[in-house]
Nanobody
Framework: QVQLVVSGVGLVQAGGSLILSCAAS????????MGWYRRAPGKQRELVAG???????NYADSVKGRFTISRDNAKNTVYLQMSSLKPEDTAVYYC??????????????WGQGTQVTVSA
């Protein structure tokens, strides 16, 4: 059994900062790419940032320069550092990971969502 657990939930004022973490646990053999997505009210889920096992990153244009994705492979954890937050960043944030467990091929796992609310 593999699961991703998200930590970090927040109500923050515009211009503030917040860090989310997502830890994978279970019978993990290896983790490829990991990422953060978000779904704002009335909108579809969108990619926020992704990071490969080698540390290569990509970002949505809307968060470039404000958000930083990183990972600690020893801890099977991915982080999303968010700064200069805007009200339009308000959304439920999800993490995912391409994980090969000890008993199955690579599968995409999702963590539970966490609410981030940015007040004006």
């Amino acid at each position: 059994q593999v699961q991703l657990v998200v930590s970090g939930v927040g109500l923050v004022q515009a211009g503030g900062s917040l860090i989310l973490s997502c830890a994978a646990s279970g019978s993990i053999f290896s983790i490829n790419a990991m990422g953060w997505y978000r779904r704002a009210p009335g909108k579809q889920r969108e990619l926020v940032a992704g990071i490969t096992s080698g540390g290569r990153t990509n970002y949505a244009d809307s968060v470039k320069g404000r958000f930083t994705i990183s990972r600690d492979n020893a801890k099977n954890t991915v982080y999303l550092q968010m700064s200069s937050l805007k009200p339009e960043d308000t959304a439920v944030y999800y993490c995912n990971g391409e994980i090969r467990s000890e008993w199955a091929a690579v599968m995409l796992y999702w963590g539970q969502g966490t609410q981030v609310t940015v007040s004006a």
